[in-house]
């Protein structure tokens, strides 16, 4: 790191730099570590060595000042307050400060240093750390550096318990239904989805009804959400295992990389199921498909099996059916419940309207021609979003069906995309079909200058592949620009995945606070009644048992009854939150 990257602004470290002369390495690191954190932090490391001769000596010369002398060099560590920054997670924290609320839980810091993808947290106590050398390290020099500097970069990362009371507070329904399940003590849970706060609050929440910490496996799809690096961090502090299970491994599209990656982490999971069973505990998994996908609920004889099963998405149904072997667990389809059906997806198509809008802010949309592919669930959404924002929107869709529905409902529509890109020449194509919506003979009608916004992984896959030939410069924090062989320039905006997930928070934690709210009651049904249910996939038994928790009169009077109570807003503090989940 360049002396540039510590920043013009923070003059009190150019000049300790400049004063002190270090010829060795430094690092800087920035986030919620206050001054009482980055002391701890150092005592941490300096208590979790093992010294063969001399030890090191910590000198602490105040607030967030100290020197380590180690093979006589000496590390020198000062921080100095941030300028104020916007938040850290979706909410702003309003309580008074960290070290009350942090302390209770035995940990100290938040947000990210070097390869952090988010904004610095609770800006009111944001602090950027500098820890320098006094010269060239030796060998047990640089491992003190190293540890301090990785340390610190992990208290840094992690959310504060105040930024979690948040997180916790903008998901009431959650709350609602967050009592202890007895049937939990005997059960192991491992979560597979988009490491984004709401899977925060639903974690916190099946760990209040009596999921233990240390059986808790979260698995990230992989996708490039806002802050997932402070989620991993997190769930790590909270005690779970926290690992990647790339969508691209589980669609057969990864590269040997990944796959490599995949096959450790398969194994890792492996052994958390077969500790879990050794203990007497059965396993839970909540997943799109992707575990089961791989077997691990089929009788094969393969693979260490789990026990239970709640499917998330549409897409991880079509891989259960596509599984080897027969199914042999019990699969709780909240995919295609009244509760996603009805509420899910109109947040979800939210999300990926302001998304689309955020990432290109400078385009005009009122007007101009958008071809969406796929009038599913989440495209007739989309569809009349746009519409109801200015646009000319036209629909393909090869169940006709659907077709039908989108002319009714007032759309233009074409059988298929080159009938569409041959009458039209749209500004945006929106992929929302789940499946390879453009392919090779398509390619060569998309005209110069088009967006392409997938909001499924597969949509745009023939260009995220490389399977068309076009040549590819990526756009930071935009998405990637291909030119094409016909000698077009199109831009596929964020990764080729969901563009909602794109460095972005996806959905809202009141927007979600229902369908997590239900994945909760799903579980523990599913663990307290698992004897009792049949291998294979239920639904009714979802739509039924919201029906009896009261969950569609709870959302209305949460959210939408005619003065809001208390409880729902931003900032307000009347939720009770706090110490209900800190062991």
């Known amino acids: 790191m360049s002396l540039s990257e510590v920043g013009l602004n923070h003059v009190q470290h150019e000049e300790e730099v400049s004063q002190c002369g270090p010829s060795g390495p430094f690092e800087v690191v920035d986030g919620c570590l206050d001054p009482d954190a980055v002391l701890t932090a150092v005592r941490t490391v300096i208590a979790g060595q093992t010294w063969p001769r001399e030890p090191a000596r910590l000198h602490e010369e105040g607030p967030g000042r100290c020197t380590v002398r180690v093979e006589g060099v000496v590390l020198t ?47 009111a106590y944001a602090h950027r750390v500098l820890v320098s ?39 009431p329904l959650l709350g609602r239904y967050d009592a202890p399940e007895p049937a939990f003590a005997d059960w192991a849970l491992i979560f597979r989805d988009h490491y984004v706060e709401n899977s925060v609050g639903l974690l916190l ?8 910490p240390e059986w808790i496996y979260a698995l990230s799809k992989g996708d490039r959400t806002l802050h997932r690096d402070r989620v991993h961090t997190w769930f790590l502090h909270r005690g779970y295992a926290s690992d990647v299970l790339d969508n691209s ?27 879990a069973h050794a203990v007497g505990r059965k396993v839970l998994v909540i997943d799109d498909g992707g575990l089961l996908a791989q077997g ?18 549409v897409s991880g149904l079509k891989r259960i059916h596509d599984a080897p072997g027969r199914l042999a667990v019990p699969v709780l389809n909240l995919a295609r419940s009244q509760l996603k059906s009805r509420l899910g997806y109109n947040e979800i198509a939210d999300s990926c309207v302001r998304r689309l809008r955020a990432i290109v802010p400078g385009e005009k949309f009122i007007g101009r021609h958008v071809l ?15 519409r109801a924002l200015g646009c000319r929107v036209h629909v393909v869709d090869t169940d006709i069906l659907a077709l039908i529905t989108a002319a009714e409902d007032g759309f233009e529509t074409h059988r298929t995309i080159a009938e569409a890109l041959t009458d039209h020449r749209p500004f945006l194509v929106i992929g929302s079909s789940g499946g390879t919506a453009v392919t090779e003979r398509d390619v ?24 068309c030939g076009a040549t590819s410069t990526p756009v930071p924090y935009v998405g990637v620009r291909h030119h094409l062989p016909h000698g077009a320039t199109v831009t596929l905006l964020g990764d080729g995945r969901s563009l909602n997930l794109y460095e972005y928070e996806g959905i809202a934690n009141r927007g979600y606070d229902a369908y997590r709210a239900g994945t909760l009651l ?29 969950l569609f009169p709870a959302y209305y009077d949460c959210y939408l009854r005619e003065g809001r109570p208390a409880g729902t807003g931003p900032y307000d503090t009347t939720t009770p939150v706090g110490d209900a989940y800190v062991r």
């Open 522 to 550: 799903a579980a523990k049904r599913l663990c307290r009644d698992v004897d009792s249910l049949t291998p294979g996939v239920h639904l009714d038994v979802v739509d039924e048992l919201i029906d009896e928790a009261g």
């Open 133 to 171: 050398a006094s010269g060239p390290l030796p060998p047990r020099a640089q491992s003190v550096f190293a540890a301090l500097v990785a340390e610190l970069g992990r208290r840094a990362q992690c959310y504060t318990q105040a930024e979690a009371d948040t997180i916790v507070a903008a998901m």
């Open 296 to 313: 691990r609920g089929s009788d094969n004889g393969l693979v260490e099996p789990v026990d239970a099963a709640i499917e998330l998405t």
């Open 205 to 212: 929440a099946m760990e209040r009804a009596g999921i233990a």
């Open 444 to 467: 060569p009608l998309l005209a110069d200058g088009t967006l392409l916004a997938g909001f499924a992984t597969k949509d745009f896959s023939v260009l995220s592949e490389g399977r």
């Open 372 to 386: 969406v592919l796929g009038y599913g669930t989440l495209g007739n959404r989309v569809a009349h979003a746009l």
């Open 249 to 275: 491994v589980i669609n057969g599209t990864a590269d040997e990389a990944a796959r490599a990656e995949a096959l450790a982490v398969d194994a890792r999971v492996e052994d958390f199921i077969r500790r």
């Open 77 to 123: 560590v000062r921080s100095a307050p941030l300028p104020a920054g916007p938040p850290g997670t979706l909410d702003a924290v309003t309580s008074a400060g960290p070290a009350g609320s942090v302390a209770s839980v035995g940990h100290t810091g938040s947000v990210a240093s070097a390869g952090h993808t988010g904004s610095v947290a609770s800006a």
